[in-house]
């Protein structure tokens, strides 16, 4: 039973120990890069499997290029790269995509896209098939004052040499944005831009808006434009009624000191009649002096008052009757 016991033992050490050689010496992966034309040694293999790279990865994207016709790819880049972080067939397929499509794209351009954390491969998709980029509306307003609503289509390829360290697709729609809203600005009247809107892409084109991007600008294509509000009538109007409330609240000032000049006016009535009041109140104590001293008579005091009482009855007669009103006369035939 112990000798059984110690077979099995053996047996399933020996089981794990060959799976543990197969498993750090990736015989047939060997083979199979050695059948296709890729030159690896065994030893690259296990010292790959030691530091944690996958040699399935490493090996099969070297068949890959080689199959492509990229010579001098060396599995010590491919290595290095994937312990950066990098995506090892996805740059090897862009590097077969850029072959194929005629695109210089070099092996260290192409890591360092893919580190800077671009799709490499779309980029190059990208670059064979453009893309087309919708804006947002729009919105200027000519010098006639009548405010457009544009819609743009801009068709942009990656830039493969400004994808490290190039804007992206928010600052292209950007400068897009402001090139429209400077040709409508610039332009005399809504109606020209209305008759020829591939104005406004060849002004937007020209303005070189793809300078420092990771795009490069085909074409620009004005999809729609609509017309919105009157934008200089709007500040007319507004304009205006500033002016009118201004106007309203001058007149409302010099409504308010005529009010106050009427009311000092009023008061200064009052104190000259004060005064002719206080005047004429001297007159009898003047009159009584005079009796007093010799100088006024009671002869000439009669002839005054004869005089006084004429001047009162010339008055009256002169003056004409007050109208009666309902209420008076009412109280008239009541007291009947």
């Given at each position: 039973?112990?000798?059984?016991g110690?077979?099995?033992?053996?047996i399933?050490?020996?089981i794990?120990?060959?799976?543990?050689?197969?498993?750090?010496?990736?015989?047939?992966?060997?083979?199979?890069?050695?059948?296709?034309?890729?030159?690896?040694?065994l030893?690259?293999?296990?010292?790959?499997?030691?530091?944690?790279?996958?040699?399935?990865?490493?090996?099969?994207s070297?068949?890959?290029?080689?199959?492509?016709g990229?010579?001098?790819?060396?599995?010590?880049d491919?290595?290095?790269h994937?312990l950066?972080?990098?995506?090892?067939?996805?740059?090897?397929?862009?590097?077969?995509?850029a072959e194929?499509a005629?695109?210089?794209?070099?092996?260290?351009?192409?890591?360092?896209?893919?580190?800077?954390?671009r799709?490499?491969?779309e980029?190059?998709r990208?670059?064979?098939n453009?893309?087309?980029?919708d804006?947002p509306?729009?919105?200027?307003?000519?010098?006639?004052?009548?405010?457009?609503?544009?819609?743009?289509?801009?068709?942009?390829?990656?830039?493969?040499?400004?994808?490290?360290?190039?804007?992206?697709?928010?600052?292209?729609?950007?400068?897009?944005?402001?090139?429209?809203?400077?040709?409508?600005?610039?332009?005399?009247?809504?109606?020209?831009?209305?008759?020829?809107?591939?104005?406004?892409?060849?002004?937007?084109?020209?303005?070189g808006?793809?300078?420092?991007?990771a795009?490069e600008i085909?074409?620009?294509?004005?999809a729609?434009?609509?017309?919105?509000?009157?934008i200089?009538?709007?500040?007319?109007?507004?304009q205006?009624?500033?002016?009118?409330?201004i106007?309203?609240?001058?007149?409302e000032?010099?409504?308010?000191?005529?009010?106050?000049?009427?009311q000092?006016?009023?008061?200064?009535?009052?104190?000259?009649?004060?005064k002719?009041?206080?005047?004429?109140?001297?007159?009898p104590?003047?009159?009584?002096?005079?009796?007093?001293?010799?100088n006024?008579?009671?002869?000439?005091?009669y002839?005054m008052?004869?005089?006084?009482a004429?001047?009162?009855?010339?008055?009256?007669?002169?003056?004409?009757?007050?109208?009666?009103?309902n209420?008076?006369?009412r109280?008239?035939?009541?007291?009947?």
């Amino acid at each position: 039973m112990e000798s059984i016991g110690m077979n099995v033992i053996i047996i399933v050490g020996a089981i794990i120990g060959l799976w543990l050689l197969m498993y750090l010496i990736p015989v047939k992966l060997w083979f199979i890069a050695q059948i296709t034309g890729v030159r690896i040694s065994l030893l690259q293999l296990i010292l790959m499997r030691l530091r944690n790279v996958p040699p399935p990865r490493i090996v099969n994207s070297m068949i890959e290029a080689h199959k492509a016709g990229l010579e001098g790819m060396k599995a010590d880049d491919l290595e290095a790269h994937y312990l950066a972080g990098g995506h090892v067939e996805a740059v090897v397929h862009a590097l077969v995509s850029a072959e194929k499509a005629n695109i210089d794209l070099p092996f260290k351009m192409a890591t360092a896209i893919d580190l800077a954390g671009r799709d490499v491969l779309e980029a190059v998709r990208m670059s064979v098939n453009p893309k087309v980029i919708d804006t947002p509306p729009v919105t200027a307003v000519a010098k006639d004052g009548i405010q457009l609503i544009s819609k743009a289509r801009v068709t942009v390829r990656a830039n493969i040499k400004q994808l490290v360290g190039g804007a992206g697709e928010d600052t292209v729609l950007a400068r897009v944005g402001e090139g429209i809203v400077s040709s409508i600005g610039s332009s005399g009247s809504h109606k020209a831009v209305l008759e020829n809107p591939d104005s406004i892409s060849r002004v937007v084109l020209e303005k070189g808006l793809d300078a420092g991007t990771a795009f490069e600008i085909l074409s620009i294509d004005i999809a729609d434009i609509d017309i919105g509000k009157n934008i200089g009538a709007v500040l007319q109007m507004d304009q205006a009624e500033a002016d009118k409330n201004i106007a309203q609240a001058k007149a409302e000032e010099r409504r308010a000191m005529a009010v106050a000049l009427e009311q000092e006016n009023k008061a200064l009535a009052q104190e000259m009649q004060a005064k002719v009041i206080e005047a004429e109140a001297q007159i009898p104590k003047a009159m009584a002096d005079a009796f007093l001293q010799g100088n006024l008579g009671i002869m000439d005091y009669y002839r005054m008052k004869n005089i006084e009482a004429d001047t009162n009855m010339r008055d009256s007669i002169a003056t004409p009757p007050k109208p009666t009103t309902n209420t008076e006369s009412r109280k008239g035939k009541d007291k009947k």
